[in-house]
């Protein structure tokens, strides 16, 4: 195994996988396994979908299902995700290659599907420490960021049945309303001035360039690279994944990529991203590199981070909404419900329209 380092733990208590019916239906679903005992880990990272290691010898995949306990509605749809993977593995390779998918509750207690094992390097948190860092690879590692979002944008989705799970034709309208929509079904605590962001959002939408293929999650703990940074060798978690307005997929970009001059308050709300390391682009000069790179007009970017901030909350909601009603009893998301509060303040500041660069 060539990862830097160990990116798995022991499966969660609660979370375990039946090793005996599982390797049955490997055995009998996927051609590229070998005979063998199956051995499972499970992926630590993440708030959303479990994600195991499964390994027959030398041959390792990657499943994926839903969370325990009830989700929100059209999350977590694992037929979707598998759909997406296979049409867009052959156009766009850094996506994993799909295995198969299965909607019968008797192997794992959900729908879930099974994937390549991508190799390299993971960034989360911290910066591996036996690897030598300085501000060149920081440069470097953005540059492949941004390179990366501007080619999956150029896919051409016409090609593939994206279109049967997609509807590009009024995205931003559909997303704007059904965002605000999940915030009022997962609402738990009173945050003052959400009834203003939400109108505002409302009424500001702006007019949507060409649709694209959107990634819709992408964050720099979502790719993978080769053991000399000179490529990103894998790109996860397409849950999200659709035919829609490109400039969305950048603010969520952005309002992931966290600079060393933000505020505790954000830091907290997200994670410890070694992306406020020197050398790494700040959020101005990601969006330049991508507006010149890409060609598209980002004079209303400030409405998409608004958003994006905005949408980042109500996943944290939805997220805390389960640990509120005792539907999961994960310590980690105890706090969440400040992460949304200061996750809806950056909504706020950016809503005022004028950028801090």
């Known amino acids: ?10 499966v969660r208590k609660g979370e375990e996988l039946n090793e005996e019916i599982l390797q049955k239906f490997i055995r009998e679903n996927i051609v590229e396994a070998p005979i063998g005992d199956l051995e499972i880990e499970q992926f630590g990272a993440g708030h959303s979908n479990l994600t195991y290691l499964l390994r027959i010898g030398e041959w390792e ?57 991508r190799k390299g390097i993971l960034l989360d948190k911290e910066f ?9 690879l920081g440069r470097k590692i953005s540059e492949h960021m941004v390179d990366k ?17 997609s ?11 059904g965002w605000i929509k999940r915030y009022e079904h997962a609402k738990t605590d009173k945050i003052s001035g959400v009834e203003e962001l939400t109108t505002w959002l409302l009424k500001n939408i702006p007019v949507s360039p060409k649709p694209t293929v959107i990634h819709y999650d992408y964050k720099l703990n979502n790719a993978m690279f080769s053991e000399d940074f000179d490529r990103i060798t894998g790109l996860f978690d397409w849950e999200m994944t659709t035919i ?16 060393d001059g933000d505020s505790e308050e954000l830091k907290n709300a997200l ?7 020197e050398g790494f682009f700040t959020r101005e000069e990601f969006l330049e590199d991508y507006a010149n790179k890409s060609g598209r007009d980002i004079s209303n ?33 105890s706090n969440m419900n400040q992460a949304v509060e200061n996750l809806m303040q950056y909504a706020f500041y950016y809503s005022r329209g004028v950028l801090p660069w």
Not at 150 to 156: A, C, N, T, Y
Request: no cysteine.
């Open 61 to 117: 995949a990657v499943l994926r299902r839903p969370p325990h306990g009830p989700v929100a509605k059209k999350a977590h749809d694992m037929e979707r995700e598998y759909t997406i993977l296979s049409n867009l593995h052959p156009l766009f390779p850094t996506a994993p290659k799909p295995y198969i998918f299965s909607n019968d509750h008797s192997f794992v207690g959900s729908p879930f599907f099974i994937m390549e094992r």
């Open 301 to 333: 970017i400030h409405f998409y981070l608004t958003f994006s901030y905005f949408k980042m909350a109500v996943i944290a909601q939805q997220i805390y909404f389960r640990y509120f009603n005792a539907q999961t009893s994960d310590e980690r998301f």
């Open 244 to 259: 829609g307005d490109p400039l969305a997929d950048v603010g969520v970009a952005l309002s992931y990529w966290v600079e």
């Open 1 to 10: 195994m060539n990862v830097s380092f160990r990116d798995t733990i022991a």
């Open 167 to 177: 509807r590009p034709n009024g995205f931003m309208e559909r997303q704007v309303a």
């Open 149 to 165: 979002l501007v080619e999956l944008h150029q896919v051409d989705y016409t090609k593939t049945e994206l279109l049967n799970i």
């Open 271 to 277: 994670f410890r991203s070694i992306t406020v390391k």
């Open 128 to 136: 591996p420490l036996h690897l030598h860092y300085d501000k060149e």
